[in-house]
């Protein structure tokens, strides 16, 4: 049977059946003299009408406690309402020892309050908010300064994502999910249990969010939303590493639209317009996982039009998208699900969120008041280091939410596939000085690449330091000296400096391959 609506604390004695009670409530199980027998009873164990052994346990009642049952190793017991217990063992139970089973009306254990706040890994980062991604002045809380980093990781994943409330369940069907509105992609991800207000996840991969916002051609309503994930596929054409495809929207009536990709262009698609197209506040596709949605459905002009492009962005080519955004970082709401997905929690505030992005620097950017998104990006690479992941390592840590002890998971094979390694993106400009030559990697295991291949150059003449890196780590400037880090250069043009130190690790042997 499945076991929908039930949680049991421990692995070796298991709930099954689909609780059909009319109320939530949850049985209590308690090993009896000489551990070979047990007794169950609905409620607490201690009640302050005292208990009745061998009453009527089909009654709502909590005193009712049953007549002792003995314990047969997989044998499915039948208890009420539909839910069933068995025992993984006939031997090796404590006399006293309890456990318990909630039981939720329905069929699923739905989250009351849910996610209340998300972290990252320790790490520098400032965030575009003081009080995290996305965050208003009214999305305050009173947080673990320990643990109050905002939540924020590369694009290719791999980042320990940290999410605390209140009712989680240790069960496999305990599940993340990243979504925004924008790209309305989901990530669905298996959470590790730490308690019932604490739980862990490590994200996947997410593609760069490469659609610029429509510029507005006239004297109507002008409200237009783009969304959607571009698919497209325009490499062998002119406009590779520019616009890799244009999206035209013209109003054809005040109820319709007529909308075409890649006008103009000689090699990359047709530009005939699809016309008669109703207004809608819906989503609507166009083509190659591009969407549009108006805010109303009347109040536009004939001949009114919308303009918007989608970018080619590679390891070796990145183009900006939009200034003044995010993008192509994506900013993913985060939810929890006890059963599996069934149902998730409530949306909850602006530190109920996760910020999908690599890092940025630029000649031009600012270690002060930048935030290290690609609108707002640090002045120097050694900036963004510092605010790159912490704790990097080869597998997932897991902790025991009885025992206090930890275990690693498998270990991934190479630096790629580290558990919090992090992206740095260089935009095209001459790094030279303090900042940008004898980098640190902090302990961290970071990539920095240049947004263009060639079009960063690192200048190590007449720095004090000719090397890219240091001659040792440190885990925080003026800190403890590390035996771990790393960081990988790609893309760059190296001018006077020491080609021997590109690319070093500190402590290989921990990490294996370099990036290729």
């Given at each position: 049977?499945?076991?929908?609506?039930?949680?049991?604390?421990?692995s070796?004695?298991r709930?099954?059946?689909?609780?059909?009670?009319?109320?939530?409530?949850y049985?209590t199980?308690?090993?009896?003299?000489g551990?070979?027998s047990?007794r169950?009873?609905?409620?607490?164990?201690?009640?302050?009408?005292?208990?009745?052994a061998?009453?009527d346990?089909?009654?709502?009642?909590?005193?009712c406690w049953?007549t002792a049952?003995?314990?047969y190793a997989?044998?499915i017991?039948?208890l009420?309402d539909?839910?069933y217990?068995?025992?993984a063992?006939?031997?090796?139970?404590?006399?006293?020892d309890?456990?318990y089973?909630a039981?939720?009306a329905g069929t699923?254990?739905?989250?009351?309050?849910?996610?209340?706040?998300?972290?990252?890994?320790k790490?520098?980062?400032?965030?575009?908010?003081?009080?995290g991604?996305?965050?208003?002045?009214?999305?305050v809380w009173?947080?673990d300064v320990?643990h109050?980093?905002?939540?924020r990781?590369p694009?290719?994943?791999n980042?320990?994502l940290?999410?605390?409330?209140s009712g989680?369940?240790?069960?496999?069907?305990l599940t993340?999910?990243?979504?925004?509105e924008?790209t309305?992609?989901?990530?669905?991800?298996t959470?590790?249990?730490?308690?019932?207000?604490r739980?862990r996840c490590?994200?996947?991969d997410?593609?760069a969010?490469v659609?610029?916002?429509?510029?507005f051609?006239g004297?109507g309503?002008?409200g237009?939303s783009?969304?959607?994930?571009y698919?497209?596929d325009h490499t062998?054409d002119e406009?590779?590493?520019l616009?890799?495809?244009?999206?035209?929207i013209v109003?054809?009536s005040d109820?319709?639209?007529?909308?075409?990709?890649?006008a103009?262009?000689?090699?990359?698609?047709d530009s005939?317009?699809t016309?008669g197209?109703?207004?809608t506040?819906?989503w609507?596709d166009?083509?190659?996982?591009?969407k549009?949605?108006?805010?109303a459905?009347?109040?536009?002009?004939?001949t009114?039009?919308w303009?918007?492009?989608?970018?080619h962005?590679?390891?070796?080519?990145h183009?900006?998208?939009?200034?003044?955004?995010?993008?192509?970082?994506v900013m993913?709401k985060?939810?929890?699900?006890?059963d599996?997905?069934?149902t998730?929690?409530?949306?909850?505030?602006?530190?109920?969120?996760?910020l999908?992005?690599?890092?940025?620097?630029s000649?031009?950017?600012d270690?002060?008041?930048?935030?290290?998104?690609?609108?707002?990006p640090?002045?120097?690479?050694?900036?963004a280091?510092?605010a790159a992941?912490g704790?990097?390592?080869?597998?997932?840590l897991?902790?025991?939410?009885?025992t206090?002890?930890?275990?690693?998971g498998k270990?991934g094979?190479g630096?790629?596939?580290?558990?919090?390694?992090?992206?740095?993106v260089?935009?095209?400009g001459?790094?030279?000085g303090s900042?940008?030559v004898g980098?640190?990697?902090?302990?961290?295991v970071v990539e920095v690449r240049?947004?263009?291949?060639g079009g960063?150059?690192i200048?190590?003449?007449n720095?004090r330091m000719?090397?890219?890196?240091a001659?040792?780590d440190?885990?925080?400037p003026?800190g403890a000296a590390?035996?771990?880090g790393?960081?990988g250069?790609?893309g760059?043009v190296?001018d006077g400096?020491?080609?021997g130190e590109?690319?070093?690790?500190y402590?290989?042997?921990?990490f294996?391959r370099?990036?290729g």
């Amino acid at each position: 049977m499945a076991t929908r609506g039930l949680r049991l604390s421990t692995s070796t004695s298991r709930p099954f059946g689909s609780y059909t009670g009319a109320v939530d409530t949850y049985m209590t199980i308690e090993i009896m003299q000489g551990g070979s027998s047990f007794r169950w009873k609905r409620g607490p164990k201690l009640s302050v009408h005292g208990t009745t052994a061998g009453c009527d346990t089909a009654s709502a009642s909590p005193d009712c406690w049953s007549t002792a049952i003995t314990i047969y190793a997989d044998q499915i017991n039948d208890l009420v309402d539909g839910v069933y217990v068995s025992f993984a063992s006939a031997s090796g139970w404590t006399h006293g020892d309890v456990f318990y089973i909630a039981a939720k009306a329905g069929t699923h254990h739905e989250l009351s309050d849910g996610v209340m706040a998300v972290f990252g890994s320790k790490s520098g980062y400032a965030g575009p908010a003081a009080q995290g991604p996305g965050a208003s002045t009214g999305d305050v809380w009173t947080i673990d300064v320990l643990h109050a980093t905002p939540a924020r990781g590369p694009l290719n994943g791999n980042t320990e994502l940290t999410v605390e409330g209140s009712g989680f369940l240790p069960s496999g069907n305990l599940t993340c999910k990243l979504y925004d509105e924008r790209t309305q992609l989901s990530q669905i991800l298996t959470a590790q249990y730490d308690g019932p207000g604490r739980l862990r996840c490590v994200t996947g991969d997410h593609p760069a969010d490469v659609l610029s916002d429509p510029e507005f051609y006239g004297l109507g309503q002008s409200g237009l939303s783009v969304g959607g994930l571009y698919t497209g596929d325009h490499t062998g054409d002119e406009y590779q590493g520019l616009n890799a495809a244009s999206f035209e929207i013209v109003v054809e009536s005040d109820t319709t639209f007529k909308w075409r990709e890649n006008a103009g262009r000689a090699t990359s698609g047709d530009s005939a317009f699809t016309t008669g197209v109703s207004f809608t506040t819906d989503w609507q596709d166009l083509a190659d996982g591009v969407k549009v949605k108006f805010d109303a459905v009347d109040g536009y002009t004939a001949t009114d039009s919308w303009i918007f492009n989608a970018v080619h962005i590679t390891k070796g080519l990145h183009p900006t998208v939009e200034i003044g955004t995010i993008r192509p970082g994506v900013m993913k709401k985060v939810f929890v699900s006890n059963d599996g997905g069934i149902t998730w929690s409530k949306e909850g505030t602006g530190l109920t969120t996760y910020l999908f992005s690599d890092i940025y620097a630029s000649p031009e950017g600012d270690d002060s008041a930048g935030d290290g998104t690609a609108g707002n990006p640090y002045a120097t690479l050694q900036r963004a280091i510092y605010a790159a992941n912490g704790e990097p390592r080869a597998g997932f840590l897991y902790d025991s939410a009885t025992t206090g002890e930890q275990w690693r998971g498998k270990p991934g094979v190479g630096l790629g596939a580290h558990i919090n390694r992090d992206s740095i993106v260089a935009y095209d400009g001459h790094y030279f000085g303090s900042g940008n030559v004898g980098l640190y990697p902090l302990g961290k295991v970071v990539e920095v690449r240049s947004a263009t291949s060639g079009g960063s150059v690192i200048d190590c003449r007449n720095s004090r330091m000719g090397a890219v890196h240091a001659n040792s780590d440190k885990m925080m400037p003026g800190g403890a000296a590390a035996t771990l880090g790393h960081i990988g250069l790609s893309g760059f043009v190296m001018d006077g400096c020491d080609q021997g130190e590109i690319g070093i690790t500190y402590g290989s042997a921990a990490f294996g391959r370099k990036w290729g």
